[in-house]
């Protein structure tokens, strides 16, 4: 029901910066979080940020100050904007897209970010 377009992802180096989108498309109700989750190899996917429809937002100790989750409501799409990149950072970012209500949950195929000087 529930499509997620992802894009935004590459490479930069340490110190710098990348803008994530992630478009939904299909049946969208008008309550609902969308958010990044990020996923190392042979780790646990771990939240990003997430942002309601209302506008409230969620992130991880580990990007407070450096990454900025927003969105664009007539549009659909969810932003993550992050600045001061880390090497550790460096993992593929997933979009979700959670229909707050009935608790359904869609995800992104995900994009790559690198961080390498």
């Known amino acids: 029901q529930v499509q997620l377009k992802e894009s935004g992802g590459g490479l930069v180096q340490p110190g710098g910066s990348l803008r994530l989108s992630c478009a939904a498309s299909?049946?969208?109700?008008?309550?609902?979080?969308m958010g990044w989750y990020r996923q190392a190899p042979g780790k646990e996917r771990e939240l990003v940020a997430t942002?309601?429809?209302?506008?409230?937002?969620n992130y991880a100790d580990s990007v407070k100050g450096r990454f900025t989750i927003s969105r664009d409501n007539a549009k659909n799409t969810v932003y993550l904007q992050m600045n001061s990149l880390k090497p550790e950072d460096a993992t593929v970012y997933y979009c979700?897209?959670?229909?707050?209500?009935?608790?359904?949950?869609?995800w992104g195929q995900g994009t790559q970010v690198t961080v390498s000087s």
């Open positions: 979700r897209y959670n229909t707050y209500a009935g608790g359904i949950i869609y």
């Open positions: 299909g049946i969208i109700f008008s309550i609902n979080v």
């Open positions: 942002i309601t429809s209302g506008g409230s937002t």
